[in-house]
């Protein structure tokens, strides 16, 4: 019987499927070990303030507030009154807040207030507050408006009649 030869497999042999698979894997395995070792940046929302009263007189007062900072210092800055430095309340706190007293020759009409945290070139936000015409009331804080005549008359009733009733109980306990 004759001796046959087997074929022989040529000398370079084509690459299997499963070489694709693996290269795959290997690229997907990188990109997520770089994707863990990269720090990662916690994008913070902006931060919201407020000015209250939103309405002002020239010399009135203003109280200031910001939140959403995620710092301990704030700095606010208007055409309406002086530089302002923001602080927390306590060292949890995460609002900020102080005061200011609108020049009082403020011009009437919109300023622009603008709150920045941490200091000039942190997250910023701007507000506006409203300069009414004429001066803030002085005294009694502008919790009385003018009076009419009957008014004060009724008024001075009142009180005479109060001081007449205390002298008459005191009389009449005094005789007893």
């Known amino acids: 019987m004759p ?3 087997l074929a022989q497999p040529p000398a370079t042999a084509p690459r299997s499927r499963s070489a694709a698979p693996r290269r ?9 070990i ?3 070792a990269t ?4 994008a913070r ?3 919201s303030a407020s000015v209250s009263p939103t309405t002002v007189a020239p010399g009135g007062r203003v109280a200031l507030n910001v939140a959403g900072c995620g710092t301990k210092v704030a700095r606010v800055t208007s055409t309406a009154f002086n530089e302002v430095r923001l602080t927390p309340g ?3 706190a995460t609002n900020l807040f102080g005061s200011a007293t609108v020049f009082s ?3 009437p009409g919109a300023h622009r207030v603008t709150f920045e945290c941490g200091g000039p070139g942190g997250q910023s936000v701007t507000v506006s507050l409203q300069v009414t015409p004429g001066a803030a009331r002085g005294g009694t804080g502008g919790s009385i408006g003018s009076m009419s005549t009957t008014q004060i008359a009724v008024g001075g009733t009142l009180a005479a009649a109060a001081l007449v009733g205390g002298v008459w109980v005191l009389r009449r306990r005094a005789a007893a």
Request: glycine share 0%; charged share 5%; net charge negative.
């Open 3 to 5: 001796a046959t030869q």
């Open 24 to 32: 795959l894997m290997t690229a997907a395995a990188a990109t997520l």
């Open 34 to 36: 770089v994707a863990a």
């Open 39 to 42: 720090p990662v940046t916690l």
């Open 45 to 47: 929302a902006a931060p």
């Open 90 to 92: 306590n060292l949890e």
């Open 105 to 107: 020759d403020a011009s």
